[in-house]
């Protein structure tokens, strides 16, 4: 009786330690990295499953890549959801760092971001701002609008000093988007000689 149960717990232990090693093959070490955050993960080739909220960013050197599971694509990278597999997937050429293949976020050196692309130069009606390297919208100035009646405490009659004011409206030149400019006003003083009725 006692033979077949020593017998059951060495087989045991046996099959136990098969699968650790298995375990311990399947999460090596990689090549200068580690395998955390891996489901799957080999000494050659790094990472090739993440756990579920994981990027998989894979980086190639020649003709070998090595895969490594992340919080977040590192820069010049975005990160694609998918179903079986979050991968990082690489900026366009000219894109820093991006939000999507075709919507950069900070453009390379010799380039100026202009509504998510990257351009060798700025549109006509746009400026560009050196210190961010984006394109901005020029604002022109209209003309000035004509004077308000004269005010003083809110009236408009009485025999005192008030005040007029005028305004000048900014477009940005050939677009839409006025919110970003500047309108301009002016005050000037005015007497006021106009009886108040009753």
């Known amino acids: 009786m006692r033979a077949p149960l020593c017998l ?23 090549l200068g990295g580690n395998c955390t955050g891996c489901i799957i993960c080999s000494e050659e080739n790094g990472c090739s499953t993440c756990q579920q909220r994981l ?39 000219t894109c820093e760092s991006c939000f999507s293949q075709d919507f950069c976020i900070r453009c390379k050196r010799q380039f100026y971001l202009y509504k998510g692309k990257c351009l060798p130069t700025c549109p006509p009606g746009t400026l560009a701002h050196q210190n961010t390297r984006e394109c901005q919208g020029e604002c022109e100035l209209g003309p000035w609008g004509g004077w308000s009646p004269c005010i003083y405490n809110g009236k408009i009659c009485g025999s005192a000093w008030g005040l007029e004011t005028r305004v000048r409206e900014a477009g940005r030149a050939g677009h839409e988007e006025t919110a970003t400019c500047q309108v301009l006003s002016e005050s000037r003083k005015c007497p006021i000689q106009r009886p108040c009725p009753g």
Do not use: S
Not at 23 to 29: L, Y
Not at 70 to 87: A, K, M, S, T, W
């Open 8 to 30: 059951l717990l060495l087989v045991a232990h046996a099959v136990d330690m098969l699968a650790l090693n298995r375990r311990k093959k399947q999460v090596g070490t990689g």
């Open 55 to 93: 990027f998989l960013f894979i980086r190639r050197e020649g003709i070998r890549q090595y895969g490594k599971c992340l919080h977040d694509c590192p820069p010049g990278y975005f990160g694609i959801r998918g179903q079986e597999v979050n991968r990082c997937k690489k900026c366009g050429a």
